[in-house]
Nanobody, 114 residues
Framework: QVQLVESGGGLVQPGGSLRLSCAASGSIFSFNIMGWYRQAPGTGRELVAHMFSGGITNYADSVKGRFTISRDNAKNTVYLQMNDLKPEDTAVYYC????????WGQGTQVTVSS
């Protein structure tokens, strides 16, 4: 059984930084895609960034230049470094793992407010 455990959310002022982590456990295939989605109140879930196990990355236009995704394949862990945070980044952030199936973490709240 695959499980995803997220950490690192919280409250930060505009312009601040946070780092999210997501550790996957269980039967993890060497080829996979790990990433982050987010969902703000009243909106749908949207892709923030994802990274193939081989290193290819993809970012939403709204976070390019501010967020950086990275991963440690040996630890089955993906990270999201978020800099220059804006109030519009406020959302629940979900870790995502795609293999033969798609798996989701429980979500971690990120609130950007002064």
């Amino acid at each position: 059984q695959v499980q995803l455990v997220e950490s690192g959310g919280g409250l930060v002022q505009p312009g601040g930084s946070l780092r999210l982590s997501c550790a996957a456990s269980g039967s993890i295939f060497s080829f996979n895609i790990m990433g982050w989605y987010r969902q703000a109140p009243g909106t749908g879930r949207e892709l923030v960034a994802h990274m193939f196990s081989g290193g290819i990355t993809n970012y939403a236009d709204s976070v390019k230049g501010r967020f950086t995704i990275s991963r440690d394949n040996a630890k089955n862990t993906v990270y999201l470094q978020m800099n220059d945070l804006k109030p519009e980044d406020t959302a629940v952030y979900y870790c995502n793992l795609i293999m033969r199936q798609t798996y989701w973490g429980q979500g971690t709240q990120v609130t950007v407010s002064s």
